[in-house]
């Protein structure tokens, strides 16, 4: 969420930096809501002091045996208490209408963020690897899953519905490799792994602004709890309402968690196969940093989804996300996308994004340092996908396909499975 006073400083910043993300800001609304909320404020002060003020006499008037003038400012006082309850009520409300419009708001691109309408102005950063130009009719992961008996679309309907699918065999084992995987390569780089629930309140979901926003886009039991659909809820809201010691920072965190999503793209888009589903597993990557070692870090959270593509021997490009593209609470994003041939493009495998203070001020996240500065600080959180495991599945079967309909494991990931080289019919 932003801060109130720099919004109020910086309205028509503000308000560009909405435009330029294709986002609503009532910039007027705004005012006049922050202009009752700060009058309301000025007249309870106002009242306050001059109730104080009454009392202070009645208690003079009382001595003095002044009973009359003292019942007469007894009256003065509940009368001012009156007023500062009407005050506090308008006060109140102008607070809980500007909080409301502020939640919608989403966060300031920083000033490295590109300028742009949507993904045709995301400028890309650099490539790794070389896509595999196949001596034989390649074919896209729906198919071979199907074929091999690995992936089966038509019982995860049956299971549940559309946009479910279940793994059989070695695409079972390939998931848990997968998630295994990364989870050794992330915390042999520094991170803690985590094992968080898959069920949220409401209150960790507006800490990392999945709500009110998204709500539809998120399913919901019947008391109340959202599952949830990134394990940066929860990795995030770890430390909130919480203050941190800045030599505890930066905090690197990772966790595996399954993911739903209830809105899972716009219909007759990407609806065969595992890429766009409403279950799917991830591996998270989360840090709390200082707004000092934030850009490092992000920089660094980029490599190490890389280090996971690189190892897998799987193509890959970064991309820089613009303006119009960037999530609601990201101020500067990273997109690594995946070769993909049933594509014969590049797919989103991972988003890492810097959220400046956006989230910590949701959350109530702070840290402090006597060294540098008195009190407490919002820290900066990030957030990135280390990887998503099906979209990795998926990506695998299609570019280590062989020309029998088998598919060769890579080599970093037989040792997870048990020795297996070739996926071959199940």
């Keep these: 969420m932003l801060d109130v006073k720099f919004v109020r400083e910086n309205l028509d910043a503000v308000a560009q930096a909405m435009e330029n993300r294709n986002a609503s800001f009532d910039a007027q ?49 509940r009368a001012l208490n009156e007023q500062l309850d009407a005050a506090a009520e308008r006060r109140t409300a102008a607070d809980a209408a500007l909080r409301e419009l502020l939640l919608a708001t989403p966060n300031m691109p920083d000033a490295t963020t590109p300028v742009g309408k949507d993904e045709n102005d995301n400028p890309e950063v650099r490539r790794w690897g070389t896509p595999r130009d196949f001596d034989f009719e390649d074919k896209p992961h729906w198919d071979l899953g199907a074929d091999l008996g690995i992936i089966d679309s038509e019982r995860g309907v049956k299971l549940a519905e559309s946009r479910f699918y279940v793994l059989g065999g070695a695409g079972a084992r390939l998931e848990r490799a997968l998630i295994s995987f990364m989870l050794d390569q992330h915390t042999s780089r520094g991170y803690k792994e985590w094992w968080v629930p898959a069920l949220a309140n409401a209150d960790t979901l507006t800490g990392t602004a999945q709500l009110p926003k998204f709500e539809e886009d998120l399913y919901k039991t019947t008391e109340g709890l959202y599952l949830i659909p990134t394990a940066e809820v929860q ?4 430390h909130a309402g919480e203050i941190l010691d800045a030599d505890q920072l930066p905090l690197r965190y990772c966790a595996f968690t399954p993911c739903f999503r209830e809105e899972a793209g716009s219909a007759g888009r990407d609806t065969r196969g595992i890429i766009r589903v409403h279950q799917f597993s991830k591996v998270e990557m989360v840090k709390y ?99 998503a495991v099906g979209r990795c599945m998926a990506a695998i079967i299609e570019n280590y396909q062989n020309a029998d309909g088998t598919i060769t494991v890579p080599r970093a990931l037989v040792p997870y499975m048990g020795g297996l080289e070739v996926i071959g019919p199940q």
Excluded at 356 to 369: H, L, M, V
Excluded at 373 to 386: E, Q
């Design 289 to 387: 940093a200082t707004p000092e070692q934030a850009w490092d870090e992000l920089e660094s959270m980029v490599s190490d989804a890389e280090n996971i593509l690189q190892l897998l021997e799987l193509p890959y490009r970064v991309i820089t996300l613009c303006t119009g593209d960037i999530g609601f609470s990201a101020a500067k994003t990273y997109d690594v996308e995946v070769w993909m041939p049933s594509y014969r493009g590049y797919k989103e495998i991972s988003s890492c994004s810097c959220c400046t203070d956006f989230q910590a001020r949701r959350a109530g996240i702070r840290y402090k340092d006597p060294e540098q500065f008195k009190g407490t600080r919002l820290l900066y959180t990030l957030n990135g996908s280390g990887l």
């Design 29 to 77: 609304a705004f005012s006049r809501l922050d202009a009752q909320r700060r009058e309301a404020i000025a007249e309870e002060e106002h009242l306050q002091a001059e109730r104080n003020s009454a009392s202070k006499e009645i208690g003079a008037m009382m001595k003095d045996g002044r009973a009359e003038e003292a019942e007469a400012a007894k009256e003065r006082v």
């Design 235 to 238: 990795l995030t809201n770890l």
